[in-house]
Nanobody, 115 residues
């Protein structure tokens, strides 16, 4: 089993920045895929960005150029640096990892952007 602990969410004014962290612990085999998703009230969960062990990175169009995903393999941690935040970024953010073919989700961290 892998446990994921997210941190870094909060309330920020439009134009501000936040950095999310997601640390994996437990019986880790080999984490390849690490991703961030978000879910706004009344909407479906959507992919924000992901990064693979080989360094492939993908962003959804609405965050490209504002958000940066990175990882520290030694710490089994994935980060999401979010700049130029706007009200449409308000959501609960979840991290997701794939470890040996098993998918794990974090508990979510709230990001609220005030206009």
């Amino acid at each position: 089993q892998v446990q994921l602990v997210e941190s870094g969410g909060g309330l920020v004014q439009a134009g501000g920045s936040l950095r999310l962290s997601c640390a994996a612990s437990g019986s880790i085999f080999d984490i390849d895929y690490m991703g961030w998703y978000r879910q706004a009230p009344g909407k479906q969960r959507e992919l924000v960005a992901y990064i693979t062990g080989g360094g492939s990175i993908k962003y959804r169009d609405s965050v490209r150029g504002r958000f940066t995903i990175s990882r520290d393999n030694a710490k089994n941690t994935v980060y999401l640096q979010m700049n130029s935040l706007n009200s449409e970024d308000t959501a609960v953010y979840y991290c997701n990892v794939d470890d040996g073919g098993y998918s794990y989700w974090g508990q979510g961290t709230q990001v609220t952007v005030s206009s």
